[in-house]
T-cell receptor
Framework: KNEVEQSPQNLTAQEGEFITINCSYSVGISALHWLQQHPGGGIVSLFMLSSGKKKHGRLIATINIQEKHSSLHITASHPRDSAVYICAVRYGGSTLGRLYFGRGTQLTVWP | NAGVTQTPKFRVLKTGQSMTLLCAQDMNHEYMYWYRQDPGMGLRLIHYSVGEGTTAKGEVPDGYNVSRLKKQNFLLGLESAAPSQTSVYFC????????????FGDGTRLSIL
């Protein structure tokens, strides 16, 4: 069954804290995406990775292919990081146009 | 550089009415997608297109039709709207397939009464 599980569902943090959001999936994948959905509803692609680690500013995404798990880290969190973070995967055997999405993690960072 | 533009942003329909949502991208992307987002659920793919003149069904295609007559435009049609189609609809595009980052529009909030 092609499921994408995210944890936690909701996360509250104080400004400056280190944040970790987790994503696990059930079978082998060819690509994993992390997306950010702003409070206004817009969705932005943060990372696309198939192995290892990527970093952009205060955001770091890692993936462990053997454990079928990815993490999104935010260092020195800020209130403007408050958003829903979404994990999506392309399974190796899936059709070209299909991503499977997690339900998202709602992050709230308080000043 | 506009990216992906969706029109309209909001719409209220009565059951049985029809409408078309327009998605336009100016990045010369081959792939375009229509998703719906419902509370408590992940984004679900309705239809997608891998190039001008092509369309394919996604996870939840029933009740929707699409057309990609021009590379830059991807239209989503509801022939006879139903309350179950009340949702937020997102269009996205990517240069290649789902191994490439997707660029999303701002969404269309559609309510069917």
């Amino acid at each position: 069954k092609n499921e994408v599980e995210q944890s936690p569902q909701n996360l509250t943090a104080q400004e400056g804290e280190f944040i970790t959001i987790n994503c696990s999936y059930s079978v082998g994948i060819s690509a994993l995406h992390w997306l950010q959905q702003h409070p206004g509803g817009g969705i932005v692609s943060l990372f696309m990775l198939s192995s290892g680690k990527k970093k952009h500013g205060r955001l770091i995404a890692t993936i462990n292919i053997q454990e079928k798990h990815s993490s999104l880290h935010i260092t020195a969190s800020h209130p403007r990081d408050s958003a829903v973070y979404i994990c999506a995967v392309r399974y190796g055997g899936s059709t070209l146009g299909r991503l499977y999405f997690g339900r998202g993690t709602q992050l709230t960072v308080w000043p | 550089n506009a990216g992906v533009t969706q029109t309209p942003k909001f719409r209220v329909l009565k059951t049985g009415q029809s409408m078309t949502l327009l998605c336009a991208q100016d990045m010369n992307h081959e792939y375009m997608y229509w998703y719906r987002q419902d509370p408590g659920m992940g984004l679900r793919l309705i239809h997608y297109s891998v190039g001008e003149g092509t369309t394919a069904k996604g996870e939840v295609p029933d009740g929707y039709n699409v057309s990609r007559l021009k590379k830059q435009n991807f239209l989503l049609g509801l022939e006879s709207a139903a309350p179950s189609q009340t949702s937020v609809y997102f269009c996205a595009s990517s240069l290649g397939g789902t191994d490439q980052p997707q660029h999303f529009g701002d969404g269309t909030r559609l309510s069917i009464l």
